[in-house]
């Protein structure tokens, strides 16, 4: 579905991505982790086309995405940090996306339902906590029920109660066959979520392998436990961005 084909990247003298390739199919969740500074933003970015590769291609559903857009109308993204205009109530920012996506077969508010945005949609963004504000950057990742689904450090900031019903929603959105990559710090996050992990480090990719594999590769059960045995490691608990 989404294919990175010996994709560089170079920021001055900063190598970002270094031939990096990486293929993601329906029907999966993938983590992609690593150190600070590994790539990670950079290869999600360049799936969005917010940045353009120096060589090596990306495409998507076998198109390249070079100089095209109408393929992110298929990605639902919810970044790690949502910046809204402060004026705006909640209410205001979701039926104005509606707008803008009027082309939208179907909507999907699952969340906007489970989460009680209804009932917060006349607050103003500006006076929102990092916790609802959170919630309403997911709700806007899946209203358009995108095929893709990329999440940057999804459940940060969320109670307990609302990251197991998100967690929920990503287990049934993958199960309906979308592809979902998943950027987290918190590696026991995604423990019940993740069938493949990704990690890269200094903008290379060390590994790509199912969760089967990589357990069965290291004789771990958990995932934390697992990547730490991979790197060599004695415990690892995060990664930063």
């Given at each position: 579905?989404?294919?990175?084909?010996?994709?560089?990247?170079k920021?001055g003298k900063?190598?970002?991505?270094?031939n990096?390739?990486?293929?993601c199919?329906?029907?999966?969740?993938?983590?992609?982790?690593?150190?600070?500074g590994?790539?990670?933003t950079?290869?999600?970015?360049?799936?969005?086309?917010?940045?353009?590769?120096?060589?090596?291609?990306?495409t998507?559903?076998?198109?390249?995405?070079?100089?095209?857009?109408?393929?992110?109308n298929?990605?639902?993204?919810?970044?790690?940090?949502?910046?809204?205009?402060?004026?705006?109530?909640?209410?205001?920012?979701?039926?104005?996306?509606?707008?803008?996506r009027?082309?939208?077969?179907?909507?999907?508010?699952?969340?906007?339902?489970?989460?009680?945005?209804?009932?917060?949609?006349?607050?103003r963004?500006?006076?929102?906590?990092?916790?609802?504000?959170?919630?309403?950057?997911?709700?806007?990742a899946?209203?358009?029920?995108?095929?893709?689904?990329?999440?940057?450090e999804?459940?940060a900031?969320l109670d307990p109660?609302?990251?197991?019903?998100?967690?929920e929603k990503i287990?049934?959105?993958?199960?309906?066959?979308?592809?979902?990559l998943?950027?987290?710090?918190?590696?026991?996050?995604l423990?019940?979520?993740?069938?493949?992990l990704?990690?890269?480090q200094?903008?290379?990719?060390?590994?790509?392998?199912?969760?089967?594999?990589l357990?069965?590769?290291?004789?771990?059960?958990?995932?934390t436990k697992a990547?730490?045995?991979?790197m060599?490691?004695s415990?690892?608990t995060?990664?930063?961005?």
């Amino acid at each position: 579905m989404i294919i990175a084909s010996n994709v560089t990247k170079k920021f001055g003298k900063l190598t970002a991505l270094n031939n990096v390739s990486l293929t993601c199919n329906r029907g999966e969740c993938i983590a992609l982790v690593g150190p600070n500074g590994s790539g990670k933003t950079t290869i999600i970015k360049s799936i969005l086309g917010m940045v353009v590769p120096d060589s090596g291609f990306i495409t998507f559903n076998g198109n390249n995405i070079l100089h095209v857009w109408h393929y992110r109308n298929h990605i639902g993204y919810m970044p790690q940090i949502g910046r809204y205009p402060d004026n705006m109530t909640i209410g205001d920012v979701i039926e104005m996306m509606k707008d803008i996506r009027s082309d939208a077969i179907s909507l999907d508010d699952d969340l906007i339902v489970s989460f009680g945005i209804t009932d917060l949609y006349n607050k103003r963004m500006r006076t929102l906590s990092g916790g609802t504000r959170q919630k309403v950057s997911a709700c806007l990742a899946f209203l358009f029920n995108p095929s893709v689904l990329i999440l940057d450090e999804p459940t940060a900031g969320l109670d307990p109660v609302s990251s197991e019903i998100f967690k929920e929603k990503i287990i049934s959105e993958k199960n309906k066959g979308k592809l979902i990559l998943i950027t987290s710090h918190v590696l026991s996050e995604l423990d019940e979520l993740v069938t493949q992990l990704v990690y890269m480090q200094d903008g290379q990719l060390l590994f790509h392998k199912t969760i089967d594999q990589l357990c069965f590769d290291t004789g771990e059960k958990k995932l934390t436990k697992a990547v730490a045995s991979v790197m060599g490691q004695s415990k690892i608990t995060s990664f930063g961005l």
